[in-house]
């Protein structure tokens, strides 16, 4: 068996004693005779791997007590229609802070349910930073301010919480969350899908702030009511059982790693060494402000598109993959969320080393 260095920005790779135990767990979890995807979502083993999955997952990120943790389903994109549901009560308008490709996805979308005041955009830049905090034209009557905590795809990241007063701060986490500390009392509600930092596709985390519940539209199908879900213990439908048993594995990984600061520790050295070699480089280039480049998705490309390809050929070819740039901007994106160890960031930069003394 050979594993791959894997740069997936998500579905993304898993720490592997993570997968090892659940192979090992697959056909008998715990004597239960049973694999977790076989159970019945209110049994008893099923709610001892949803209580301590959600218990571990509020000790990791220190979330605090009158905040209500929500395992469902929906994806962060399925979120972009569900949290203006959720949050609008009786406000028209939502603020959003435009930093890329996915603050555009999450605006568009809400302009089926609200109108939307574009408060700050670094589009002219080419979402190459963050709007100054001194440029941005908040709306105080607005339901709430969003903003996207990381750009998947242009590499973008917000590295301090903004000021946004007393109107409630949304986040999107779905690239950041468990990557670092958070102080999740700065937000009202922050959500993302797990496929990242997390677990499998299919599991979606929010975090709101019980003040926030009880104000769905009427036409909020009752799945995606957080009021319904957080009453039911996301028990009101069938939780995505299978994805929820893999993450309350991470969380242990992450917990026996020494927790979110041991987490940050490791992607900011991971971070450093591909920025550093891409600084160094004459032939690559990474685009973003220093102040903001995303330490989970570092976005690098070389003057030529031919170049490029043959870059990701090559790497693919040493087990490197999953290396090409998101088709909106091309180039090469390596994603290194908490799974991927120092060693596979050194092959890469080892072979972006060589690569370049090659075709200079
Ligand atoms: N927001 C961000 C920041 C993302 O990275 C992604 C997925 N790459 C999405 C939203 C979309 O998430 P999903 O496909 O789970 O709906």
Redesign the pocket.
Known sequence: MTRVHNFS??PAALPEPVLQQAAAEMLDWHGSGMSVMEMSHRGPQFMTILDEALALFRELLDVPAAYRVLFMQG????SNAFVPMNLLGDKTSIDFIDTGE?SK?TIAEAHKYAAVNLAASSAASGYTTIPPRESWLLDPAAAYVHL?A???IGGVEWHTTPDVGSVPLVA?V??TILSRPLDVSRFGLIYG?A??NIGP?GLTIVVVHESLLGRALPITPSAFDFRVLADNGSMYNTPPTYAIYIAGLVFNWIKAQGGLPAMERRNAEKAALLYDTLDASSLFSNMVDKACRSRMNVTFKTPDPRLDTAFVAGADARGLVQLKGHRVVGGMRASIYNAMPLEGVQALVNYIKEFEAQHR
Request: hydrophobic content about 25%.
């Open positions: 920005a998500g994806g962060a994109l399925g996915w996805k996207c990381n750009e998947t999107d779905s690239s899908g496929q990242k596709a």
